[in-house]
């Protein structure tokens, strides 16, 4: 590679935008100097905001006017399910997609054996009718007691790609991975661009969406919707959205909890607490999507608990037909948290209220039954939502209510996900050009903020209280009750540090080096030795633990290192063979959140990097020479 390719590479406007300063490649090295290194830095940073269409222009000096509510000249349908009002509702009419019956000789794998007992009576169960349209995937066939099989889902999405073109849609079927027992993690890309590949949609000015469903494998609604979605993108009422945006459908990110019916994975991991970490197969196979297709856009699917120890300790039905949020963590970029609240939710509720379906905020409660506090989801930098939104993302969580309740009103459930998901894509077709302008801000701001001011190591929740609606378990009536509330809308910082340059790791760190890659950060490696301005960290207290969510214990756990340190700083000997993470690059918040060992997310805690000895924060700009690694 030449130095001018380099440079180009380095200065790249999209989510690789500011590229560290120094690298060299093979056998060719050079030394980055401080002065060349502020230069670069300088290049990528301190790009104006972009105006924000609630802000009035008043309020800024020279402001360039407003950008419109939506871009102008685009035609999008309404968000699935809204098509007709009055009259009720009916199938869409179109040429059906029908999955193919499965061979004799393949299993059948019932999730569910037999109808359940109802957790609640009649009057709780007349609060949530069908919808007024019928959706059709194999699991949703009448008399069914079994979801849509792994093997069932993968006739489906071939289907939709063996199908004849019709016009200019592409589809291409996405072999993602394999889950631990060996079965298939299957996508679907739909695009209108010349090609499939991530060039081609890069190229085609398009941002990407990238649709999740089913981490948890007893949240089965998202994955029956995920089906219904990729069938209209492919040929049917939202095909028309492909003029401005592409979409990859992951319907079922873990086949085996699927198939069990269980949440977790088959090594008792909640693969949606592991997406830091990357300990499982199956959220490395997300994490690579991401980091192939570079979404503007994340759905994750999910859906809740109704009654369990909501009925224990209020003694009340969940109410909702839908909870959402967005990504609430620290050093998520402010102007996407503008953009999920404006542009993405606040749509999102119109629309399934016009659909006659409720909704709220995201929130849980612990396993702790003495425990009566309500959370919403939670803060730490481990979840799909957060650590994909920490990936400079708009990153928004759907969940509905499912969970503890078996096939009871699935109907119903899967309107709702394919009402609020259909918006969430409408949205991003209507905002292209302005969410393409937030992100290109967004990399280089948080690029230029490297070796400046403070950082957020350690967020959470404000508490609070509020007046929640659940349902009367016997009469069905609202229930208003007061409760302590955690707000996640508004975070605390627990603990903040001044922000490094970057981070150094030991030449032994690999199993991090290799994870850090995984979520897309750059990390170089020293070629030959030199020395840096650091601050190492100096363990003052230690104990044994585990991860901990609002919930209670992280499932699949193996116990963490929980240490408070002090900071000394010094120079700092970089042998050639260690590493070099730097924070002049757009997902630089993913480093802080792994690297700084004092939270229990990170790969100290977690026994990813073994001793306080192997990294160090590196406080200016090292004079190293680096080689090429990728």
């Known amino acids: 590679m030449t130095m001018h390719s380099f440079l180009r590479r380095a200065t790249r406007a999209d989510s690789d935008t500011a590229r560290p300063a120094a690298a060299s490649l ?26 924000w269409p609630s802000t009035p222009a008043a309020q800024r000096a020279n402001a360039p006017a407003p950008l419109p509510r939506a871009q102008q000249g685009t035609v999008v349908p309404a968000p699935l399910g809204q098509q007709h009002q009055q009259p009720p509702l009916q199938p869409p009419q179109r ?23 109802p957790p609640y009576g009649a009057a709780v169960a007349a609060r949530f009718p069908n919808p007024p349209i019928s959706y059709n995937t194999p699991g949703l066939a009448q008399d069914r007691r079994a979801f849509t099989t792994n093997a069932e889902l993968g006739q489906w999405l071939r289907s939709l790609t063996d199908a004849v073109p019709r016009g200019t849609t592409r589809t291409k079927l996405l072999n993602l991975g394999t889950s631990q027992r060996g079965e298939p993690i299957q996508g679907l890309l739909l695009t209108r661009a010349a090609g499939t590949d991530p060039a081609s949609l890069d190229t085609s000015g398009r941002p990407t969406v990238v649709l999740i469903g089913q981490q948890h494998g007893d949240e089965p609604a998202g994955s029956e919707a995920l089906l219904v979605i990729s ?116 749509p999102m509720v119109t629309a399934l209220k016009a659909q006659g379906i409720t909704s709220d905020w995201y929130y849980t409660t612990s396993t702790n039954l003495q425990d009566k506090r309500i959370s919403m989801g939670g803060t730490q930098p481990d979840t799909g939502r957060n650590v994909n939104g920490l990936k400079n993302t708009v990153s928004l969580l759907i969940e509905t209510r499912g969970v503890g309740i078996g096939r009871m009103h699935i109907q119903r459930r899967v309107h709702s996900q394919v009402t609020a998901i259909s918006s969430a894509l409408r949205t991003t077709a209507e905002r292209a050009a302005n969410l393409e302008q937030v992100r290109s801000f967004v990399a280089r701001d948080v690029s230029a903020q490297a ?43 627990i603990k903040s540090r001044a922000r490094p340059c970057g981070y150094w790791l030991a030449a032994g760190s690999t199993a991090a080096v290799e994870r850090l890659r995984l979520l897309g950060l750059q990390v170089m490696r020293v070629a030959e030795p030199g020395a840096m301005l650091a601050e190492t960290y100096r363990e003052t207290a230690r104990e044994a633990g585990d991860r901990q969510d609002v919930i209670g214990t992280i499932a699949g756990g193996a116990g963490i290192v929980r240490v408070e340190v002090s900071t000394v700083r010094s120079a700092v000997d970089a042998p050639a063979g260690s590493f070099y993470v730097p924070l002049n690059q757009p997902r630089a918040n993913l480093a802080v959140a792994a690297l700084e060992p004092d939270t229990q997310n990170s790969y100290f805690a977690n026994r990813l990097i073994d001793d306080l000895g192997q990294m160090a924060r590196v406080m200016a700009t090292p004079a190293l020479v680096f080689e090429e690694t990728d």
């Not at 040429?95 to 004799?104: G, I, K």
């Not at 001011?453 to 404000?462: F, G």
Request: aromatic share 6%.
């Open 95 to 117: 040429a059906a997609v029908v999955s193919t019956p499965l061979p004799p000789t393949a299993p059948l794998v019932v999730q569910n054996e037999g109808p359940m007992a």
């Open 26 to 51: 093979g056998a060719m090295h050079w030394t980055a100097s401080a002065t060349l290194a502020a230069l670069l830095l300088t290049a990528c940073g301190s790009t104006p905001l972009p105006p």
């Open 231 to 346: 069938s209209e993108l492919a040929q049917g009422l939202l095909e028309p959205l492909l003029d401005r945006i592409n979409v990859v459908v992951v319907p079922r990110a873990n086949p085996d909890g699927a198939e069990v019916g269980t949440r977790v994975t088959a090594n008792g991991v909640d693969m949606n607490r592991d997406h830091l970490l990357l300990n499982t197969p199956e959220a490395r196979a997300l994490a690579q999507v991401i980091n192939d297709y570079r979404p503007i856009l994340v759905v994750d699917a999910h859906e809740y608990t109704v009654v369990g120890r909501y009925l224990q300790k209020f003694n009340a039905v969940q109410r909702y037909d839908a909870l959402l949020q967005y990504a609430t963590t620290a050093n998520y970029p402010e102007f996407l948290t503008k953009a999920s609240q404006e542009w993405y939710h606040q």
């Open 451 to 493: 070796c400046r001011d403070q950082v957020v190591i350690e967020a959470a929740a404000t508490p609070t209280q509020r007046d929640l609606d659940f349902l009367d378990p016997e009469t069905g009536a609202d229930r208003s009750i007061r409760v302590d509330w955690n707000s996640s809308l508004t975070l605390r910082a």
